[in-house]
């Protein structure tokens, strides 16, 4: 079992900036991939960057390409999603969401953990 926490979410306006956090636990992590996506009311679950965590090779959705930033901390086992230039679209609750394997996979579906969620809302 792999147990994921997510914080930093928050209110802030157009153009500032939030890092959000994941701290995991439970299994060792060295063979899985992790995936942040985000769900905004009354739409799908949407992916929006995934890190290996051996290897540390990265993907991210267009939409936050050179804004967004996943990294991750072995020593503390937390996975970042550093958030600039941040706009009203971007406002969702995001989910950290673990898998085994280190494809880097965009689908939801193809996670089995996850975490409880973070909301972030924008303002303009």
């Known amino acids: 079992q792999v147990q994921l926490v997510e914080s930093g979410g928050g209110l802030v306006q157009a153009g500032d900036s939030l890092r959000l956090s994941c701290a995991a636990s439970?299994?060792?992590?060295?063979?899985?991939?992790m995936g942040w996506f985000r769900q905004a009311p009354g739409k799908e679950r949407e992916f929006v960057a995934v890190i290996t965590w051996s290897g540390g090779r990265t993907y991210y959705a267009d939409s936050v390409k050179g804004r967004f930033t996943i990294s991750r901390d072995n020593a503390e086992n937390t996975v970042y999603l550093q958030m600039n230039s941040l706009k009203p679209e971007d406002t969702a609750v995001y989910y950290c969401?673990?898998?085994?394997?280190?494809?880097?996979?965009?689908?939801?579906?193809?996670?089995?953990?996850w975490g409880q969620g973070t909301t972030v809302t924008v303002s303009s």
């Open positions: 969401g673990a898998r085994i394997g280190l494809v880097l996979s965009t689908s939801h579906l193809r996670y089995g953990y």
């Open positions: 439970g299994r060792t992590l060295s063979n899985y991939a």
